[in-house]
């Protein structure tokens, strides 16, 4: 059966970034409808093995305290302040992650941050509709066609329509029809499986709560993040293909020999290791690229629909987050919603861009130099500046972590610090003996003039 309604504006997608884009717009004034092909996650049962603890950062956080909705989501979240690595020997070392204890991250559960933002928007007034998966678009005339779990179909035309329907995105499949469009997508040969580290009887963590624990193992690694009920959730990264892969290890001896051989202070914090692994599904990790990401003033693509990044900077649902902020700085200030999707689109690409690029430069650092003497010299060295300068110096992390520039810029001034990095470094081997005198004079040459042309001034 066939109806067609005509609407003001359509969110296709009710994940995290739909579901907080429609509070923003609602609170604009705008009349909102969340067309989400999922029945509502609020009643349903999470299917298991796709709980997945996401890291908000100051991104992310910033959004939600314009949408006034921080606290109720800081009420689920864990802090975390660190890395905790563990060796392949045993011993765990920690790696704080900011200058002081007010630079923390927070472990929260996708599927709970999913479900009280739906919860939100439905106060704020917009109208929810699920089991509505977009099957057919006009994007140029604004027409959506949703097909429903009874086989019915439902057709409705929309003033204005954003894509917000996650990495498959099946509005971006219909933005093909655009003039000049093009897509991209960089499979990392890496998949993902999650286990669950369950809490103490007692209900205390079995390991450090205010953590992102790491077992790096070069192309493998194990991740785990604290839940509010004592448990962390496990992600285990391995290839897709190969020795050692997922779809190597089809026998529990096979899985029970690889984490003996490579996370075995992990096997007594796991004990349904065998069937977590066995029951829990495999996701697949990719980039997406699209060179712009709207239609006329009519469509616009924002979150993993428009830029899915691999997770290993933890900022997939943060730049998602972000993409709504800065549209909706554009939008108070432009009157021509063509002219705003488009500046939008040519703006914010270049920051996609560079967080995509920081993502798999993390998967490397993550899964093969976390470990390596070299690397930890590094970062004892890199901690020392920002806390002898830190009005010049911060971390490429911090910056995408703790502040708001733009990737972009991070991802520039992360090029000048590896300089930096290279040449303190160079002949010694404890990070106390960095020469004071050349990092003056590296931060003076180098970082300063960058920092000056692009008007940062880090706080102490
Ligand atoms: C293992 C892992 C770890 C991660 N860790 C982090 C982290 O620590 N920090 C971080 O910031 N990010 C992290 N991410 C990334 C983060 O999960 C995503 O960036 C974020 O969920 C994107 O939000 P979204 O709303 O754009 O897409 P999604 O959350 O995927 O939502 C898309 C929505 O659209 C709906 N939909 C899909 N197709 C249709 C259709 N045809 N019709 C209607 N509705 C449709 C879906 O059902 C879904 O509800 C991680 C991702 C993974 C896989």
Redesign the pocket.
């Known amino acids: 059966m066939t109806n067609k309604k005509k609407q003001g504006t359509i969110v ?9 884009l429609s509070i923003f717009l609602k609170h604009r004034g705008h009349d909102v409808s969340i ?4 029945m509502d ?1 609020r009643k349903a049962q999470m299917s298991a093995g796709r709980s ?6 100051r991104r ?1 956080l910033h959004a939600l305290a314009e949408a006034g909705l921080s606290d109720v989501v800081l009420d689920h979240a864990v802090p975390v302040a660190g890395r905790m690595i563990h060796k392949l020997d045993g011993r765990q070392e920690y790696q704080p992650y900011g200058k002081n204890e007010s630079e923390v ?1 927070y ?1 929260v559960s ?1 599927g709970e941050l ?1 479900k009280l933002l739906l919860s939100e928007a439905s106060k704020a007034g917009v109208d929810l509709h699920f089991d ?4 057919g678009a006009d994007l140029s005339r604004g027409i959506l066609t ?1 097909g429903r779990g009874d086989d019915s179909e439902v057709t409705v035309e929309a003033e204005t329509i954003f894509g ?8 971006r499949n219909e933005l093909k029809a655009a003039p000049g469009f093009q897509t991209s997508y960089e499979d990392l040969g890496h998949g ?1 499986k ?1 286990l669950l580290i369950p809490a103490h009887p007692d209900g205390s963590y079995q390991i450090e709560r205010n953590a992102l624990h790491i077992w790096p193992r070069g192309r493998s690694m194990l991740m785990a ?1 604290p839940n509010r009920d004592g448990s962390f959730t496990v ?1 285990l ?1 391995l290839p897709t293909s190969g020795p050692g892969s997922f779809e190597d290890l089809q026998t529990p001896a096979g899985v029970q020999s690889l984490f003996e051989e490579i996370f075995a202070d992990s096997i007594p914090l796991i004990p349904d290791l065998q069937s977590d692994f066995f029951e829990n599904p495999n ?1 697949t ?1 990719g980039t997406r690229r699209c060179n712009f990401w709207n239609q006329e003033g009519r469509v616009l693509l ?5 830029h ?4 290993f ?9 972000e993409d709504i902020t800065v549209l909706m700085d554009l939008l108070e200030k432009s009157k021509n919603r063509k002219s705003c999707f488009s500046e939008f689109s040519s703006m914010r690409k270049p920051d996609a861009d560079a967080i995509a690029d920081m993502s798999l430069d993390n998967f490397y650092e993550m899964s093969e130099r976390v470990g390596d003497p070299k690397f930890l010299l590094r970062k004892k060295v890199e901690h020392l500046l920002e806390k002898r300068f830190p009005k010049e110096y911060r971390s490429r992390y911090s910056m995408v972590a703790y502040t708001r520039i733009p990737y972009r810029v991070a991802q520039a001034a992360g090029r000048i610090q590896a300089s930096m990095l290279d040449e303190l470094c160079t002949g010694i081997d404890d990070a106390v003996d960095m020469d004071l005198d050349l990092a003056r004079t590296l931060l003076r040459e180098k970082l300063e003039p960058f920092l000056a042309e692009h008007s940062i001034r880090h706080t102490d």
């Open positions: 296709v997608g009710g994940g995290l970034v739909g579901s907080l067309y989400e092909g999922r996650m997945i603890n996401l890291i908000a950062t992310g991250n472990s996708r999913n509505h998966l977009l099957r949703f917000a329907d996650g990495a498959g995105s099946a509005v993902y999650e993040l992600t990264y996701g990790l924002l979150g993993d629909a428009a899915a990044v691999v997770p900077f933890g900022q997939g649902m943060n730049s998602g987050f």
